[in-house]
């Protein structure tokens, strides 16, 4: 029972809380499966796996910034028309202002961070709603799409179709896997090992702190390591002159650097702190308009970015692109654990919120199932996944969303009661 016990408590890095706190996981694993049986292995090949990688990892990219954004306690309806403005300004810059590829890119996040100035300079300095500002942004960019484009494809080159739809080059001895893949699967391994083996060692130089058993720690390691092989090797062992995404190797950048960002940094627990009481936030010293302003102007730099690889892996900018990807990221960041009113989420969870609902609809997708059962199924998923935590929440329960925000929480100052001894003895007889 010892050893249960301890498994539970730390298999997962939990040291307050079971491995039930990574129940979103547990449900992104449960898909997983679920898919992979009805579709007779479909799921897991190396093809799919390259294929869910690229398709979704706009959408991805989407959601680290609307994760910010919701946070400090707004919300962005412009992520997917600035996405196809920036497009559009970009193929038409490359393919007919003969602007090379490598400058296209600039330009096309130059123009994301103007349009999340603008949106921001709207909501942090004259007061507007971001709700309202982006909602004339969605209007307003949809239809710049549409009168810079003429309505029109716009093809894009070669060279500028490798950050949606390039690879990992081959390279080395003939192994018969995509080396690079193999080496970076390899890299992330060590980092795990490493990480691990750091995270004993401050823990064991911490005064009352003890580490996990050295047993649990093996099995942790073990799960993790033989999870990210796994995918190494699915990666590395597709058809020929395919390998890792270089689409997903920009998500994994940005993921590393926004998890460190709002977790390590000052200006990461600025932004926490203005959507968990920004009048509170402002007294501590906080600068709300700079810190709404960034949120927006970041966020445009985003969704310029998913645009442009969105544009690149379609090898064309059209009229069409970016419908409905606000509602794809904002349901990314909900399923992974965000609070409506702002102040709570992770970036981890957002990739894992993203995550399910890429392999629920790629699933659906695999077995056959209609465009619009696929569209009913997502939305009874979210309203389900996020109704089914709140009500636990309410009720004293398990909440996968209360569980995964537990480490954000601080708790209330305790007041000592007040020492009624003296007071007491002032009324004794004879005093």
Sequence with gaps: MSRRRDLQKNLFGGTTSNARQFGMIFTLVAIIVFFQLMTDGLTLTSG????????????????????????????DLSVGSVAAF????????????????????????LVGALIGAWQGFWVAYIGVPAF?????GMLLFRGGNQYIGNADTVPVPEGFRTIGAGYLPETGPDTGYNNLTLLLGLALCAAVVWREWHARRVRQRMEGAEPAPLWVSAV??????????????????GRVGTSFPVSGIILAVLVIAYSFYTRNTAGGR?????????RAAELSGVQLRRVNFLVMTNMGILAALAGMIFVARSAASGPQDGLNWELDAIAAVFIGGAAVSGGLGTVSGSIVGGLVM????????????????????KG???????????????????????????????????????????????FLPGR
């Design 358 to 377: 890429a392999v629920l609809n790629n699933g659906l997708q695999l077995i056959g199932t209609g465009a619009d059962m696929v569209q009913i199924i």
């Design 86 to 109: 920036t497009g559009i300004v970009v193929a038409k810059a490359i393919s007919e202002q003969g602007l090379p590829w490598p400058a296209g890119i600039a330009l096309g996040l």
């Design 48 to 75: 799919n796996m390259i294929a869910l990688t690229q398709q979704y990892a706009y959408i991805s990219i989407l959601s680290i910034g609307m994760l910010m954004v919701i946070v400090a306690g707004h919300i």
């Design 380 to 426: 009874l998923f979210l309203l389900g996944a996020v109704a089914l935590d709140v009500y636990n929440k309410k009720q004293g329960r398990f909440s996968v969303i209360g569980s995964l925000m537990r480490p954000f929480r601080r708790e209330p100052p305790r007041i000592p009661a007040p020492d009624t001894s003296t007071r007491e003895a002032e």
């Design 270 to 278: 600025h932004i926490y702190a203005v959507g968990g009481n920004a």
């Design 220 to 237: 942790r390691l073990a799960v993790m390591v033989g999870v990210i092989l796994f995918a190494t090797f699915r990666f590395a062992g």
């Design 132 to 136: 309202i500002v982006t909602l004339a």
